[in-house]
Structures are given as C-alpha cells and as structure tokens.
C-alpha cells in the first residue's frame, strides 16, 4: 500500500503527553499495563523496553514518548533514551532546545550529567536526546559504552525505553534488541507493506528478539470519535 503522507512535525506536539486527548491517553495507559504484565519486575534492575517498526515514519518516536510519560504519571521513574541518531525528533516534539546526546556520550566527549535532561514534561520522566548526528551510529549502539550505559541507568530507573531506529532500514534495532527485556513493533495503518512486516518480524526472529507485541497506529475507531486506537497482543500473522 502507498505510503501516506506523514504529518508535520509542528503538530507533534499537540500528539504527546498531557496534551492528548481523554482516548489517547487512555490508549497509553492500556499500553502500560499490558507491558507490565508482560515484562516481570526485575529485582533493582529496569524493564528495558525496545520501541521499533518496519519502516522510519509509522510512530515509534510518538509511541515512545507517550508510554514513558504514562509510565512517570503512574509513579514510576523512567529512562527515554533516543536511539534513532540518524533521524532524531525527540527533541522538536518535546520542545527542548540543543544540547548534547547519546552519540556526544557515547563517542566520549560528554559525561552523563551532561547528556541527562530530567523530569522532560513529567516528574520522573528523564531523556537521553539522540545528540549530534554521528558518522557511525550502528557502531556506537553496538559498542561496549552503549550496552554499559543500560547496564549502569538499569539500577536507578523502573523502566528504560529505547526510541530505536526501523528494522527494514538498519540493523541498529536488531542489535540493540540483546539489552532489552522486549520489543515493541508499531504498525501504522495505510503506512507500511505487509511485506515490510514479515521482513522486520523474520529479523527479529533470526536474533531471537522478544516481541512482546504490536501498537496499530493511527486507526479509526468503530465511533470515529477518536483516531488513536492501540491494539496489543501477540496476534502477528505473516498471512494477515
Ligand atoms: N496516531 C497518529 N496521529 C497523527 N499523527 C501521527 C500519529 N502517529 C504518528 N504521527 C505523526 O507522524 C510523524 C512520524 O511519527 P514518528 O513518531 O516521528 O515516527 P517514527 O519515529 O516511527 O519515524 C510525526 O510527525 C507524528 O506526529
Ligand atoms: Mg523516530
């Protein structure tokens, strides 16, 4: 199916945390608690959290937000760490201005508390932005620095969630799948083939990923009332 055209991003940021309507926000706060029970408290330690899709466009960004700030609102504290470094927008949607990020760390440059904004639109809610585009970003999410930089935020948040980039396109999610407890894959309606799926799904399958199930992005609901509908589940059929 032709891709939609994707909407400004100007009006991301009516779409993102206390500006969501009832519905949405109703949305997010199921999505929370089915990865609740899907992922087990872990003893000192974050549920980290994997948000990914077939193709760049479909929500993943949007989705990431919206679940770590229903996180905070639930009393947790949560980590949002921009792993997208070659398309960042974490930044724009949550109206921030430019400092340094996750590559400024993770090339050695800047040190943690430089690179940590916290309580970014909700107590409890911290961010790690995506930082100067860097030449090598597969590289970095691969290195030693990045899997000990979960290692070490594990012990001082309930969650982590990586906003990661789209499976079809790098294997940037592939990699970084290993550090998570789970994957969620976003689909957005009218937006990606069916047959961009079942390439991502058989990706993830291949590294053994945990998909703990899919955000359907953007459908109508039965009433139209509202456009933010988000199914989860395991219920990924390739014949589907
Ligand atoms: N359910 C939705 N309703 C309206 N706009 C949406 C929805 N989901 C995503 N968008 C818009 O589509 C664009 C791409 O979303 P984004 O979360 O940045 O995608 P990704 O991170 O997967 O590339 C953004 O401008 C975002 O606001
Ligand atoms: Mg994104």
Same mark, same amino acid.
């Given at each position: 199916?032709?891709?939609?055209?994707?909407?400004? @991003?100007?009006?991301?940021? #009516?779409?993102?945390?206390?500006? %969501?309507?009832?519905?949405? =926000?109703? +949305?997010? &706060?199921?999505?929370?608690? &089915?990865?609740?029970?899907?992922?087990?408290?872990?003893?000192?330690?974050?549920?980290?959290?994997?948000?990914? #899709?077939?193709?760049?466009?479909?929500? =993943?960004?949007?989705?990431?937000?919206?679940?770590?700030?229903?996180?905070?609102?639930?009393?947790?504290?949560?980590?949002?760490?921009?792993?997208?470094?070659?398309?960042?927008? *974490?930044?724009?949607?949550?109206?921030?201005?430019? !400092?340094?990020?996750?590559?400024? %760390?993770?090339?050695?440059?800047? @040190?943690?508390?430089?690179?940590?904004?916290?309580?970014?639109?909700?107590?409890?809610?911290?961010?790690?932005?995506?930082?100067?585009?860097?030449?090598?970003? #597969?590289?970095?999410?691969?290195?030693?620095?990045?899997?000990?930089?979960?290692?070490? $935020?594990? &012990?001082?948040? /309930? !969650?982590?969630?990586?906003?990661?980039?789209?499976?079809?396109? $790098? #294997?940037? +999610?592939?990699?970084?799948?290993?550090?998570?407890?789970?994957?969620?894959?976003?689909?957005?309606?009218?937006?990606?083939?069916?047959?961009?799926?079942?390439?991502?799904?058989?990706? *993830?399958?291949?590294?053994?990923?945990?998909? *703990?199930? !899919?955000?359907? &992005?953007?459908?109508?609901?039965?009433?139209?009332?509202?456009?933010?509908?988000?199914?989860?589940?395991?219920?990924? /059929?390739?014949?589907?």
């Amino acid at each position: 199916m032709a891709k939609k055209t994707v909407r400004n @991003e100007d009006n991301d940021i #009516s779409l993102i945390g206390d500006k %969501l309507g009832f519905e949405g =926000k109703e +949305a997010y &706060n199921l999505l929370r608690t &089915n990865i609740l029970y899907a992922v087990k408290r872990k003893e000192r330690s974050a549920r980290v959290i994997g948000v990914t #899709s077939s193709v760049h466009g479909e929500g =993943k960004s949007l989705t990431s937000i919206n679940l770590a700030h229903s996180i905070a609102e639930s009393g947790r504290k949560v980590l949002l760490i921009e792993c997208d470094m070659r398309l960042p927008t *974490l930044r724009k949607k949550l109206g921030q201005k430019k !400092f340094a990020g996750l590559s400024n %760390l993770l090339a050695g440059v800047d @040190e943690e508390g430089e690179v940590l904004r916290q309580n970014v639109g909700a107590q409890g809610l911290d961010v790690i932005f995506a930082g100067k585009a860097p030449p090598n970003p #597969s590289e970095l999410l691969a290195s030693h620095a990045f899997s000990r930089l979960i290692e070490k $935020v594990e &012990n001082y948040y /309930s !969650f982590i969630i990586l906003d990661l980039p789209p499976v079809c396109e $790098v #294997s940037d +999610a592939l990699i970084v799948s290993k550090l998570t407890d789970g994957m969620i894959m976003v689909v957005r309606q009218d937006y990606s083939r069916s047959t961009d799926l079942d390439y991502a799904m058989r990706q *993830l399958e291949y590294v053994d990923a945990k998909v *703990l199930g !899919f955000v359907y &992005n953007g459908a109508e609901s039965k009433t139209k009332r509202y456009k933010y509908k988000y199914r989860y589940g395991k219920g990924y /059929s390739s014949k589907s």
